[in-house]
């Protein structure tokens, strides 16, 4: 009788341990913030003016998320989390606030690096993970500072892939990474995550009709990052390929070839990559007729149905490599195979 009761009391007393104990998937999201945390950081972007006393005023321009890159100091966060400003702060972690430099900026993509002097062993760079690896449905971590309430954790998972958003300009930008992990201003520039602390994306933009969260926002894949932060850091700007010709604008093509697929070359430049593989732009006739050259409808596999398409596609290459390019020629369709040079 007395070994039941004591067995009772021994089950009655571990009870509470086992209600209270952490679910697994609870023990990861405490690990990858604990892990990740010290990399994530506050971005304030500032604007130094002059004051009719002749004084310089700061006045904040705004504030977003980064994270570190590297022990060398660099910062990646979003663009237009920086745009408009000439002066920038970023506080870590542990509350050290740092002045920092622009040292890179690709508004295409939105996204742009920082740089702060501090010694490198308390720098803590983020892991980059691998794009391929991405599946719709597994689990995201969403660290970042929204409405300056800094290093704030919101879960959710990948709700889709490879989406096309309007990026700053109107350009769009794609393979966005798609998640419900709530993201709302201030969150821009943070690193979204996977269950193993890795980065799979930065937050950039949300669909909200309120303002606040809805549930769908839109990360900027490493893939990108991790192509177009390196040549941020080397040249200040991304190094972009092309074939030297000029394209009608949607209203000029609709005006000489109506609704249809491809991009009207306007103009070839002389003795560029177009201009030797025999590229043809449009012939400007007596009495302002003018006869249609060629329309590009493809670069290597990828279709080409717009500018958009066409920057897209280039985009995926680097000066140097050789592309073939689908044209539409007077009814005719051809391939014609052009090395990349450097855009200006």
């Keep these: 009788?007395?070994?039941?009761?004591?067995?009772?009391?021994?089950?009655?007393?571990?009870?509470?341990?086992?209600?209270?104990?952490?679910?697994?998937?609870?023990?990861?999201?405490?690990?990858?913030?604990?892990?990740?945390?010290?990399?994530?950081?506050?971005v304030t972007n500032v604007a130094i003016t002059q004051s009719p006393y002749m004084d310089e005023?700061?006045?904040?321009q705004g504030t977003g998320s980064g994270f570190v890159w590297d022990r060398d100091g660099h910062i990646v966060t979003n663009f237009h989390v920086v745009q408009g400003g000439n002066a920038f702060l970023v506080t870590l972690g542990d509350q050290t606030r740092l002045e920092a430099r622009l040292v890179g900026i690709d508004p295409t993509k939105d996204i742009a690096v920082l740089k702060v002097d501090l010694s490198r062993e308390k720098l803590h760079p983020i892991r980059p993970a691998r794009l391929e690896s991405l599946q719709v449905g597994q689990k995201t971590i969403a660290i970042?500072?929204?409405?300056?309430?800094?290093?704030?954790?919101?879960?959710?998972?990948?709700?889709?892939?490879?989406?096309?958003?309007?990026?700053?300009?109107?350009l769009t930008i794609r393979d966005m990474i798609q998640t419900d992990a709530a993201i709302n201003p201030g969150n821009s520039g943070g690193p979204l995550l996977d269950s193993d602390g890795r980065l799979i994306g930065m937050n950039t933009m949300i669909f909200?009709?309120?303002?606040?969260?809805?549930?769908?926002?839109?990360?900027?894949?490493?893939?990108?990052?991790?192509?177009?932060?390196p040549e941020l850091i080397k040249y200040g700007k991304v190094v972009r390929p092309g074939v030297g010709i000029s394209i009608l604008n949607p209203g000029q093509k609709y005006y000489l070839v109506g609704e249809r697929p491809g991009v009207v070359v306007n103009a070839v430049a002389p003795g560029g990559p177009a201009a030797k593989a025999g590229l043809r732009g449009l012939r400007r006739l007596r009495g302002g007729r003018v006869t249609l050259g060629d329309i590009i409808l493809g670069?290597?596999?990828?279709?080409?149905?717009?500018?958009?398409?066409?920057?897209n596609a280039f985009d995926r290459f680097k000066p140097g490599d050789t592309v073939s390019l689908k044209i539409e020629r007077e009814g005719k369709y051809l391939s014609l195979s052009v090395t990349l040079v450097t855009l200006d």
């Design 1 to 42: 009788m007395l070994n039941r009761l004591l067995a009772v009391v021994l089950v009655l007393g571990l009870w509470p341990l086992t209600a209270y104990a952490l679910l697994p998937d609870e023990v990861n999201t405490i690990a990858v913030f604990k892990e990740a945390a010290p990399s994530v950081v506050y």
């Design 299 to 311: 670069v290597d596999s990828h279709e080409v149905n717009d500018f958009d398409d066409l920057y």
């Design 57 to 60: 005023q700061a006045i904040p």
């Design 208 to 229: 909200t009709r309120s303002g606040g969260s809805a549930g769908i926002g839109f990360a900027v894949p490493v893939s990108f990052i991790a192509r177009i932060v």
């Design 144 to 170: 970042g500072n929204p409405f300056g309430l800094d290093h704030t954790l919101t879960t959710g998972v990948i709700s889709a892939l490879g989406r096309e958003v309007e990026g700053i300009g109107g």
